[in-house]
C-alpha cells in the first residue's frame, strides 16, 4: 500500500460542468475524510466517513457537492453545476478510528487541484 | 473545537534548531495534539502528535508543559528541504477532531 491515492491531480472545467474526484485510502483505515484548500491557507474540513457511513458535513459543503464511499472502500467528491468558486486544491485523508486513546494522525493524498474557467 | 494560535512566518538557516510553538488555551481533557508539514502542491503530511509533556521522534520534538495551553515543535538542525507550512491542530475523538481546524499554520524559510 503506497498511501492515499487520489484521481485526478489536475482537473480543469468549464463553469457549470459536473466534475467526480477518486479518492483511494490506505486499505486498513476506516475513516476518510474530504477537504478543501485554497492558496495561502490552511485545509477546510468538508465531510467525514467511518467504514461506508457519512457522518459528518461541514455547513460549508453547498448542495451542489456530494461524496459517497461504497463498500467503505473508497470515495468519490461530485461537484455539480461548477462555480469559478469552486477552484481549490481537494484533499482526501484517511486514518485508523480513535480507540479512545487519541487519533493517529491523518494520512493525507496529494490532492486534485481543480480550476474553473 | 480548540482553536489554535501560531506565528505566521518564521526565517531560519541550515543547521540551525527551530522551534515553532502554537497557543491552544481552550484544549479540552481528551484532546491530543498533532503537527503537519505541507509543502506546495502537496497534501500534509503527519510530524508528531503527542499528549503531555515529551514526544520524540525521528524527525521531531514535541513539548507539551503541564497546563497544555501551549505546545511547541522542535525541529534540530534544519536543512533546506524542511522550508514548508507547519499546521498545529488540536483534537480528539470526543471533540469532533475529525473536523481538524488547519488554519494558516506557520511558513518556514530555511535559508543558506
Known amino acids: 500500500d503506497t498511501g492515499v491515492s487520489q484521481d485526478p491531480r489536475h482537473k480543469i472545467t468549464k463553469r457549470g460542468q459536473n466534475v467526480t474526484f477518486r479518492c483511494d485510502p490506505i486499505s486498513e483505515h476506516n475513516r476518510l475524510y474530504w477537504y478543501r484548500q485554497t492558496l495561502g491557507q490552511g485545509p477546510e474540513f468538508l465531510t467525514y466517513f467511518q467504514n461506508e457511513a457519512q457522518l459528518e458535513k461541514s455547513r460549508l459543503l453547498s448542495d451542489r457537492f456530494s461524496a459517497e464511499r461504497p463498500k467503505g472502500s473508497f470515495s468519490t467528491l461530485e461537484i455539480q453545476r461548477t462555480e469559478q468558486g469552486d477552484s481549490a486544491m481537494y484533499l482526501c485523508?484517511?486514518?485508523?478510528?480513535?480507540?479512545?486513546?487519541?487519533?493517529?494522525?491523518?494520512?493525507f493524498g496529494s490532492g486534485t487541484r481543480l480550476t474553473v474557467v | 473545537l480548540a482553536k489554535t494560535t501560531q506565528p505566521i512566518s518564521m526565517d531560519s538557516y541550515e543547521g540551525q534548531e527551530v522551534n515553532i510553538t502554537c497557543s491552544h488555551n481552550n484544549i479540552a481533557t481528551n484532546d491530543y495534539i498533532t503537527w503537519y508539514q505541507q509543502f506546495p502542491s502537496q497534501g500534509p503530511r503527519f510530524i508528531i502528535q503527542g499528549y503531555k509533556t515529551k514526544v520524540t521522534n525521528e524527525v521531531a520534538s514535541l513539548f507539551i508543559p503541564a497546563d497544555r495551553k501551549s505546545s511547541t515543535l522542535s525541529l534540530p538542525r534544519v536543512s533546506l528541504s524542511d522550508t514548508a507550512v507547519y499546521y498545529c491542530l488540536v483534537g480528539g475523538p470526543y471533540t469532533g477532531g475529525f473536523k481538524t481546524i488547519f488554519g494558516a499554520g506557520t511558513r518556514l524559510f530555511v535559508k543558506a
Open positions: 485523508a484517511s486514518s485508523l478510528g480513535a480507540t479512545g486513546q487519541g487519533d493517529y494522525g491523518y494520512t
